[in-house]
């Protein structure tokens, strides 16, 4: 190993435990330092020139700029991301084009017959919606939206190696995430129980009355599917009643029980995907639904109902006090520190209550308080992805294939649109800090400095040594 490197890495194993521990600083502070640490939290870090740009115009207006994405030209993106057809595709599409003929070439390759060219494109999908997250982090103008974007598909999370989600997930980000991460909670929060995405992974498609007519008897007086259609609904599934409040809205302890889990999931029995494995669209059922009366969190909803029910638990966890208290913890701790102040917390919270959740306002409140403005705050470290992108945004990278950036997170540990559980991927330090990780960090670093990864041409006259030591080292891991 030569010595430039064994120095960077010492310094960056034997430095990074402490990174997150340094003193507030003057909240008047519109210096560099302060420019470049609102750089990292509102983005993914500064190009150069940018601490310049947003010196020359005052940082509060690169703000309020940024909570405005749609006035911002962004012509530029569009020309990075041509040549990834299936991004304009719908769902419906992308089953048809490309699910269906590879479910035919893999029974083709059971029954010994040729592999066809479709069998090659099986994970074509997934790889290309990568590849548009991480050239729109890297080249959009929009810099908080990308980030939103990413805090509430993190939010919402599904996993694409469940069945067939994975042709799901670019219709659900461009259609159910992206356009509400500045609108209203309530907006957001229907659309996503609506998105066959989220049907699909929490199983909400087969959730239904099992006492419903779509039930048979048998001859022991027992309730059954019809046997010809192996994938109708059993009964009542749970999942996403639990997620919904645990992980969307109330927080685990925002004060429901497993009644209200009950409750809830019969309110959304009946919300199915027609043609679910033909990329088909939310739709309502009334033969799955159960309509007896339901109390959810101490509200009746009467007897008799339809998909009415469910909009109504929307309607009631989208403005309880808990859901805007657990909402703000989250959007404090991704924006400002992994051990949210606990006023800044109070003052986002009461912001989306008065602003009948109003996340552009929510966001404004907490991208404008002290807390955030301090720069060199409560340290936060860089995600992978947030690491990748903020270094290929720092050296001016030209990325002509995303494809290797994708595999080098996957190979960091946080693979996107593939993190399991549906609590998403961490966004707190302790998650990321591990020597392996910090080594394969240091590694990307080497390569990037080096411009020995393909598909990207850095442009940099910096010397090898300094940019691999400045990409690795403990400062630049910092957001």
């Given at each position: 190993m030569k010595p430039f490197v064994a120095f960077a890495l010492t310094l960056f194993v034997a430095t990074n435990s402490a990174a997150v521990h340094s003193e507030v600083s003057d909240t008047s502070d519109t210096s560099d330092t302060s420019i470049t640490h609102a750089l990292n939290r509102i983005g993914f870090g500064a190009r150069p020139g940018d601490v310049e740009r947003v010196r020359s115009m005052g940082l509060e207006k690169y703000i309020e700029?940024?909570?405005?994405?749609?006035?911002?030209?962004?012509?530029?993106?569009?020309?990075?991301?041509?040549?990834?057809?299936?991004?304009?595709?719908?769902?419906?599409?992308?089953?048809?084009?490309?699910?269906?003929?590879?479910?035919?070439?893999?029974?083709?390759?059971?029954d010994g017959e040729p592999a066809t060219p479709q069998d090659m494109r099986a994970n074509a999908v997934v790889q290309e919606l990568g590849e548009q997250k991480i050239l729109r982090a890297v080249y959009s103008e929009r810099q908080l939206q990308e980030v939103l974007v990413d805090f509430w598909f993190n939010h919402f999370n599904v996993d694409a190696r469940k069945g067939p989600a994975r042709f799901m997930l670019t219709e659900y980000e461009r259609e159910t995430i992206r356009p509400h991460v500045l609108g209203k909670f309530r907006d957001l929060l229907e659309?996503?129980?609506?998105?066959?995405?989220?049907?699909?992974?929490?199983?909400?498609?087969m959730s239904a009355d099992p006492h419903g007519p779509h039930m048979m008897v048998t001859r022991r007086g027992i309730l059954r599917p019809p046997p010809q259609n192996k994938n109708a609904p059993k009964g009542l599934n749970e999942n996403y009643g639990r997620e919904l409040m645990e992980l969307h809205t109330l927080g685990v302890d925002g004060g429901y029980t497993q009644h209200d889990v009950t409750e809830v999931a019969r309110c959304f029995t009946g919300w199915t995907i027609d043609k679910p494995r033909a990329g088909g669209?939310?739709?309502?059922?009334?033969?799955?639904?159960?309509?007896?009366?339901?109390v959810v969190l101490?509200?009746?909803?009467?007897?008799?109902?339809?998909?009415?029910?469910?909009?109504?638990?929307?309607d009631i966890l989208a403005r309880h006090p808990s859901t805007a208290r657990f909402i703000a913890t989250k959007l404090v701790r991704r924006f400002v520190s992994d051990t949210p102040p606990p006023s800044l917390v109070e003052r986002a919270a009461k912001r989306f209550r008065d602003t009948d959740g109003d996340l552009r306002e929510v966001m404004?409140?907490?991208?404008?308080?002290?807390?955030?403005?301090?720069?060199?705050?409560?340290?936060k470290m860089k995600t992978p992805?947030?690491?990748?992108?903020?270094?290929?945004?720092?050296?001016?990278?030209?990325?002509?294939?995303?494809?290797?950036?994708?595999?080098?997170?996957?190979?960091?540990?946080?693979?996107?649109?593939?993190?399991?559980?549906?609590?998403?991927?961490?966004?707190?330090?302790?998650?990321?800090?591990?020597t392996g990780a910090l080594v394969d960090r240091m590694n990307f670093a080497l390569r990037l400095a080096s411009h020995k990864l393909p598909g990207i041409d850095v442009t940099t006259s910096e010397p090898v040594e300094?940019?691999?030591?400045?990409?690795?080292?403990?400062?630049?891991?910092r957001k």
């Open positions: 700029q940024q909570l405005h994405p749609e006035r911002i030209p962004d012509s530029a993106i569009a020309p990075r991301l041509a040549g990834l057809e299936t991004l304009r595709m719908s769902s419906r599409e992308i089953a048809e084009k490309i699910e269906q003929p590879q479910i035919e070439a893999r029974k083709a390759k059971r659309a996503d129980a609506k998105s066959p995405a989220m049907l699909f992974y929490l199983d909400n498609w669209a939310f739709v309502f059922r009334p033969a799955l639904h159960d309509m007896g009366q339901k101490g509200h009746v909803i009467r007897a008799g109902g339809d998909q009415s029910d469910g909009e109504r638990v929307l404004r409140t907490i991208l404008l308080s002290p807390e955030f403005l301090s720069a060199g705050g409560d340290d992805f947030e690491f990748v992108v903020s270094a290929l945004r720092a050296t001016n990278a030209d990325v002509h294939d995303a494809l290797p950036l994708v595999r080098t997170l996957q190979q960091l540990g946080m693979p996107l649109y593939q993190c399991q559980p549906p609590t998403g991927y961490k966004d707190t330090a302790d998650a990321w800090i591990n300094d940019l691999a030591l400045r990409l690795g080292g403990p400062e630049f891991q």
